[in-house]
């Protein structure tokens, strides 16, 4: 039987830590990559190791699965500017109706970079926390852009590219569900604590959901979605207290058909 390998684009962001532990419980080795492209602050990247050193200690069951961590710098973004992501500037909606924090092309180049690495690792599978569930306008989060890459890979690496995005369809209390459903209350503590999605970077002001401004659409997304899975599972537990609170057959139906019928 041969080992499955996946490699998953690990951000330090919620996202990318849930879908990290995702591709951990389905796959028998996991490497993660990391992109330095730019970005006005360093937060996020420096969260990479404390997450990576963090689940291999408390997770036992993941440690051995855990592979190679690759960062790969990738200017373009940064160099090309104009995104309150890459530049020093306030953050606001654009002109063309999408907030200024697109990074235009940015998914797509993390999904090519990523596919070419994991040509040269044997690696077909890549997972990615991209979602278009949660209003952000971001063209290059939606399903369809992301299975139209996958296929334009595929064709141009000529071997298969198969993408996998575990968050497509689920919000952002949902995402909180899962990391809750794969790694029980020490993964979603583990998140709170640790990872960043703030997009000021911000690591001082702590809050019930972890560390950010509190003010950003990132925070406020972030925010939004750990109360409601917080209200979601007190809900649960006081409408039936023998019910386990973590069970949530919801989120795994809303998971896994439309995941599995888009992986190419
Ligand atoms: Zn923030």
Redesign the pocket.
Known sequence: MTNTQALVLFSGGQDSTVCLAWALSRFDCVETVGFDYGQRHAAELAARPRLLAELKKQFPQWADRMGQDHLIPLSAPGAIGGSALTDVMAIEMGRDGLPNTFVPGRNLMFLTAAAALGYRRGIADLVGGMCETDFSGYPDCRNDTIQATAKALSLGLAREVRIHTPLMFIDKAATWKLAQDLGGAALVDLIVEESV????G?RTHRHDWGY?????????LRARGYVEYRSGATARKSADPSAPVLQDEDLRFSVRPRDLKNDL
């Not at 999605?197 to 000021?200: G, K, L, Q, R, V």
């Not at 950010?212 to 406020?220: I, N």
């Open positions: 999605t703030c997009y000021e911000d950010g401004c509190g003010v950003c659409p990132a925070c406020g």
